[in-house]
Structure formats: structure tokens, C-alpha cells
């Protein structure tokens, strides 16, 4: 049950800063908002640290394969097309389509064990499920 609340909680943080960042943009540039946000995001999160846990910040570097280090670049092209998309389609249709397509490339990275994630079997049901997400987003979008 607290599962579901941290992802509901980081939905509705995710919807309000690609607000934010959208806002932020308009006075600067998109990639100066995005360097904002990845610099505030750094001192929150070391900040956090050094608060609770004060282990080694080289253990990250211990993990493998080392790719798995990229999410933190990822993590800018995220801010990057978040403020993009919002600023194009707003924040509730950007939401949506980011939405199903987490969705989507989640089950896919389930389904055939990708990244080292145990890998799941294919499910009429889950794709049912996608495709109604998908009808859905083709109905609140519908003029």
C-alpha cells in the first residue's frame, strides 16, 4: 500500500514540476531551466544524504554493468522533454501521452528482462490494459 502512494506522490510531483520548469523556461532558456533543476536536485539530494546516510557517494560507481550510471544524464533529457511537451500540448495531454508510454516501454523492459529486470510473462491482460489506456487518452484528447 505505501508502494502505490510513493507512486502516486511521484506522479503529482512530476505533473507539478513540468510546470514549474515550463515557468522557468519562459525566463531563461530550456536548458538553463534544466541545468536548474539538475543543480537543486543535486543539493536536495546531498543535502538528504548527509542527513541519513553518509555512506560512500563513490559506491554508485561500483555498479555494473556501468551504463547504469547514465540516469542521471537520462534524468536531463527527461527535464528536457517534459518542459517541451508541456509547453506544446499542456500539462494534462503531455502528462497522458508520458504517462501510457512509461507504461508501455515499462512492460516491454519486464517482458524481456532488459536492464536485469527478472523477466516477466506475456500478460492478454496487461495489454488489454495498455490498450484502454490508450483509448482513454484518445477520448480525453477527442474535440
Not at 524481456?112 to 488489454?128: D, H, I, N, Q, T
Amino acid at each position: 500500500m505505501i508502494g502505490i502512494f510513493i507512486a502516486l506522490l511521484s506522479g503529482a510531483l512530476m505533473s507539478v514540476q513540468g510546470v514549474f520548469n515550463s515557468q522557468v523556461t519562459k525566463a531563461s532558456g530550456i536548458w538553463a531551466a534544466s541545468a536548474f533543476v539538475q543543480v537543486t536536485a543535486f543539493a536536495v539530494c546531498m543535502a538528504a544524504w548527509f542527513l541519513t546516510e553518509r555512506g560512500s557517494l563513490l559506491a554508485p560507481l561500483k555498479v555494473e554493468p556501468k551504463y547504469m550510471l547514465l540516469g542521471g544524464a537520462i534524468g536531463a533529457f527527461i527535464t528536457y522533454t517534459v518542459i517541451k511537451s508541456m509547453e506544446m500540448l499542456g500539462p494534462a495531454k503531455a502528462v497522458m501521452f508520458i504517462v501510457i508510454c512509461q507504461i508501455i516501454v515499462a512492460y516491454l523492459i519486464e517482458l524481456f528482462g532488459w536492464f536485469g529486470v527478472e523477466k516477466a510473462e506475456f500478460s492478454w491482460r496487461k495489454m488489454l490494459g495498455m490498450a484502454i489506456a490508450i483509448v482513454g487518452v484518445c477520448i480525453f484528447k477527442w474535440k
